[in-house]
């Protein structure tokens, strides 16, 4: 039987030897670099699980991905509301992009900052142009992160209204946004 210490190095090796690897595997398919690290602090905490208990693992490799997998779509069940940021499209290589890969860093200099400011700006602006009810179901289903559900057991407006109010939100929000970036990317 192995020591606690000894449990503790080979996981330490396993860690070590695998983590990048997860992490881009867990990378190419959740966009929240937060969630990224939770989700693979998950499959690690579950393999000092699995080895506290003495579980036999016959491919140490393909039950982390395993696991990892098993994650990801947990993850994307309890996640599972369409967001703004999440309708945002993808890039080149199919990744998906969430609104925040949309700004410049704010890290990227002056002229990045001014454009993020000023994108925040027109977004703020561009909310301001709603009608207050289909202000209320974006900003408290986008920004506040509140279910569908959750809204119409307190308002007593049927799911598919709001919905339909939240369609029509992101709708003037694309088009409004649209020709901002454009004039934006012209310069």
Not at 22 to 45: G, K, S, Y
Not at 97 to 112: I, N, Q, Y
Not at 139 to 152: D, I, N, Q, Y
Request: proline share 4%; glycine share 4%.
């Amino acid at each position: 039987m192995t020591t606690m210490t000894e449990q503790d190095r080979q996981i330490s090796e396993v860690v070590a030897e695998q983590g990048s690897r997860l992490r881009n595997f867990i990378r190419r398919r959740v966009p929240n670099e937060a969630d990224v690290e939770d989700l693979l602090q998950e499959v690690f905490f579950k393999l000092v699980e699995a080895n506290r208990l003495l579980m036999p693992i016959d491919t140490l490799t393909g039950w982390l991905f395993t696991v990892a997998r098993n994650g990801i779509t947990d993850f994307f069940r309890r996640k599972r509301p369409q967001n703004f940021s999440d309708a945002a499209g993808e890039d080149e290589e199919g990744e998906l992009l969430v609104f925040e890969d949309l700004l410049p860093s704010p890290d990227a200099g002056p002229e990045a900052l001014y454009l993020r400011r000023v994108l925040l700006e027109e977004l703020e602006a561009a909310l301001a142009e709603l009608p207050p009810d289909q202000r209320a179901v974006f900003v408290a289903h986008e920004l506040e992160g509140r279910s569908f559900k959750e809204l119409s057991a307190e308002t007593g407006i049927k799911v598919n209204t709001l919905l339909s109010r939240k369609r029509c939100a992101v709708l003037h929000l694309r088009a409004r946004l649209q020709s901002v970036h454009d004039e934006f990317m012209r310069k």
